[in-house]
């Protein structure tokens, strides 16, 4: 096996997941499985840090966002689906890992800067948060995955596991700790459907792989395309205008797309016109997984079962991980003397 042929991803539950995941993400995992050894954790404990005042919000999200997965394809047959927050080797790890990081390197990780500017902590960031990172190095390492599979915001995290994990090696004076590359999709970052910013539960901009197909349509027509293309006639702008941005992400009839781009930019292309066309596709798109969702929520003793079984394989396989980082390191064991 390649060094790259374990792949671990994870979610922070804190609400469904939506078409910005599934492109950046989830689109990719579901191929991954055919290929390679794959875990998919549900972040639960990293959600808390930054939801410590919702703990149920979290744990509810635990169950959806299986759902979710369930619903794209994640076969449990060949991706193994963990829940973070029962797999405690993965909290001792993070405390051996957070003495190879300065609180320094923590504060200039760029996602978490830009989080806690986002979420207005300030001064007032909880310790948990900014010490997310190492926790995610310990998820990454601890299944000794060698591809991650994200959207671009998580560059920086697998950036600083491998910093982590070359510490520790230069530390245990051998390859403990397997470093990891990220595998981002080809689509860069879905827009929300108010083309302000990347596509967000929070921001009230996200299509959710649950979406009713009213839901779908609205919000397609309600998308933000180009302001100056007022009349059919008008020439209009492709770049920004969210409602191409979506058909590059989900229309596979590249020769047609390419075609209304050019009579759009030209003039004579409504906006109208553009909105059926991906509302059609998202309704093609999200029907299936609706209906797969809607049937596995009716079986939740089968979905626990899943989770159940998934965490079991992932608790044994990060005990194993961390019992070869406390031997490695020296650290005091009574079955050795
Ligand atoms: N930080 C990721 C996110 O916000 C979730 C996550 C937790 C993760 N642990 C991980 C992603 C390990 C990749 C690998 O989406």
Redesign the pocket.
């Known amino acids: 096996m390649s060094v790259e042929s374990v792949v671990?991803?994870?979610?922070?539950t804190t609400g469904p997941l939506h078409l910005g995941h599934y492109v950046g993400s989830l689109r990719n995992r579901v191929g991954l499985q055919e290929t390679h050894r794959q875990f998919l954790?549900l972040?639960d404990a990293?959600a808390l840090t930054d939801n410590a005042d919702d703990p149920a919000k979290v744990t509810r999200n635990v169950i959806e966002v299986t759902l979710d997965y369930l619903a794209v394809g994640i076969d449990p047959g060949k991706t193994t689906i963990c829940v973070?927050s029962c797999l405690p080797a993965l909290c001792e790890l993070t405390m051996l890992f957070l003495n190879f990081v300065t609180v320094a390197r923590l504060e200039r990780n760029p996602t978490v800067k830009e989080e806690i500017r986002i979420r207005g902590f300030e001064r007032d960031v909880p310790a948990g948060f900014l010490c997310?990172p190492a926790a995610?190095a310990a998820?990454?390492t601890a299944f000794k995955a060698g591809l991650?599979p994200?959207?671009d915001d998580?560059l920086p995290?697998i950036e600083q596991t491998n910093e982590i994990v070359r510490r520790i090696n230069r530390q245990a004076g051998g390859a403990v700790l397997v470093e990891a590359r990220a595998l981002t999709s080809n689509v860069g970052r879905l827009p929300g459907v108010d083309g302000k910013g990347k596509m967000s539960k929070s921001q009230g901009n996200a299509i959710t792989l649950s979406a009713s197909a009213d839901d779908i349509r609205a919000a397609v027509r309600s998308m933000y395309t180009d302001p100056n293309h007022l009349r059919v006639a008008d020439p209009g702008q492709v770049e920004g205008n969210v409602v191409f941005t979506y058909l590059d992400a989900f229309d596979d009839d590249k020769a047609a797309l390419a075609e209304l781009k050019a009579q759009y930019r030209h003039g004579g292309l409504g906006d109208t016109a553009i909105k059926r066309r991906l509302e059609e596709k998202l309704q093609a798109l999200l029907a299936p997984i609706r209906e797969r969702r809607r049937q596995l929520a009716d079986d939740q003793a089968h979905v626990r079962e899943v989770l159940r079984k998934g965490t079991e394989t992932a608790d044994a396989l990060t005990r194993t991980t961390l019992a070869e980082v406390k031997t490695a390191l020296g650290l005091f064991s009574f079955s050795r003397s």
């Open positions: 671990l991803t994870g979610d922070r954790l972040a990293q973070q997310y995610q998820d990454i991650v994200v959207g998580q995290m």
